[in-house]
């Protein structure tokens, strides 16, 4: 399979290589989630205009592609807020991330039953490969205690449904609007739901931040690796079928990240780490070649 038959393979690798770096790199910001929320927010401004210069400056703003994209966006963007400020403040983050990962499973599931897509046998291993690999990636030591109450669990299965149903509708959508419109309004709800990160910022937080240009500007170049990946994956559910697309990111960008990591902080993953980076190398070879 070649890159210039099969694009979606491109953008999809696109995005797991921008989206491994930034997973690498994200932590190490001076600012806590809905800061960063809020700096990503607005980087996501330009390549939404990237992207509205590629079809002269005309989204679709017909009710159903306003609709469409309203619903990916907020889908999107609300999955990150509750992800910062819900789950990962009431829980232990190595029993949410297996969790919010597996958001493929529901993708695949709405994309088969509604969409009707198919794939070939090689495929479907290559799937399979993929969502094994997921939990894997996401294992960490029991070192963290337990949280009093389930209630991050309420909130991680909320961001697995917001994200699992995005890939969806973002899939869906792409069969009747532009990819470039459906970035334009990801990108607009974002914007639009930062207020809401910054009224989340306690009072305490607001005034210990610090607010200098090299903290800020490092913060930003991170996050528009996370903003260019958020729109080569919208080229690669254009091209490219959901149950595809959906399991080779989501396998495949944290085995970049947990290489950066270990060089980075001279670490050796833990050996379920280690096998779920060989199961989503093997599977990113496998759906490459899928015959899409």
């Known amino acids: 399979m070649s890159i210039k038959k099969s694009p979606w393979l491109l953008y999809a690798l696109t995005t797991t290589l921008f989206w491994g770096v930034w997973g690498a790199f994200t932590e190490t910001s001076d600012y806590n989630g809905t800061i960063i929320y809020i700096i990503w927010s607005v980087i996501m401004i330009l390549p939404a205009l990237v992207a509205l210069k590629n079809i002269a400056w005309k989204p679709e703003i017909d009710k159903k592609s306003i609709l469409y994209g309203l619903i990916i966006g907020l889908l999107g963007a609300g999955g990150q807020l509750i992800l910062f400020t819900g789950a990962i403040a009431h829980g232990p983050a190595y029993l949410i991330f297996p969790i919010i990962s597996l958001s493929p499973v529901l993708t695949i599931l709405l994309s088969v039953m509604f969409l009707k897509e198919k794939a ?173």
């Not at 209630?151 to 959508?173: D, S």
């Not at 270990?262 to 070649?289: D, N």
């Open 120 to 292: 070939s046998v090689k495929g479907w291993i290559g799937i399979a490969l993929a969502l094994i690999a997921i939990p894997f990636l996401s294992f960490q030591d029991a070192d963290n205690q337990f949280a009093s109450n389930y209630l991050w669990l309420v909130f991680a299965l909320m961001v697995f449904a917001a994200w699992g149903l995005q890939a969806f509708f973002m899939k869906l959508a792409n069969n009747s609007m532009k990819a470039e419109s459906i970035f334009f309004y990801m990108a607009l709800t974002a914007l639009l739901l930062a207020p809401a990160a910054w009224f989340m910022t306690s009072e305490v937080e607001i005034q210990q931040i610090d607010w200098n240009f090299a903290s800020i500007s490092y913060t930003a170049v991170i996050q528009i690796l996370n903003a260019i990946g958020a729109l080569t994956i919208v080229y690669a559910f254009r091209y490219g079928k959901a149950i595809i697309v959906s399991p080779l990111t989501n396998a495949v960008a944290p085995v970049i990240t947990v290489i950066i990591s270990l060089i980075l902080y001279k670490t050796i993953p833990h050996p379920m780490i280690i096998s779920g980076m060989v199961l989503a190398v093997v599977s990113m070879f496998v759906l490459a070649f899928e015959d899409s």
